[in-house]
């Protein structure tokens, strides 16, 4: 089992950045796809990247390619969503989650996809 805690989450004018970071508890947390989304209220939770196993492969939803990245170091067992040029509508709570596929894949996209969730981190970008 995989525990999951979100942090870096805050207030942030248009423009700016924040780096957020998913701590991850559990010897096998090396073997877990991870993946990000957010959730703003009253709208569906959406996807907004993924992270494979090792980091060698990554997806972005196209409303933040170019803007956001995603990485991991397995030796702290910590994935980080580094946001840049941020947009009011990024404005969500922002959830981590980890996968026991190791790869990544076209169920990646899906909240379904997903084993564990952190309990999620508050971005509000003003405008």
């Known amino acids: 089992q995989v525990q999951l805690v979100e942090s870096g989450g805050g207030l942030v004018q248009a423009g700016g950045s924040l780096r957020l970071s998913c701590a991850a508890s559990g010897r096998t947390f090396s073997s877990y796809a991870i993946g990000w989304f957010r959730q703003a209220p009253g709208k569906e939770r959406e996807f907004v990247t993924a992270?494979?196993?090792?980091?060698?492969?990554?997806y972005y939803a196209d409303s933040v390619k170019g803007r956001f990245t995603i990485s991991r170091d397995n030796a702290k067992n910590t994935v980080y969503l580094q946001m840049n040029s941020l947009k009011p509508e990024d404005t969500a709570v922002y959830y981590c989650a980890a996968d026991r596929s190791r790869h990544l894949s076209g169920s990646s996209y899906s909240p379904d996809e997903y084993d564990y969730w952190g309990q999620g981190t508050q971005v509000t970008v003003s405008s």
């Open positions: 992270v494979s196993w090792e980091g060698g492969n990554r």
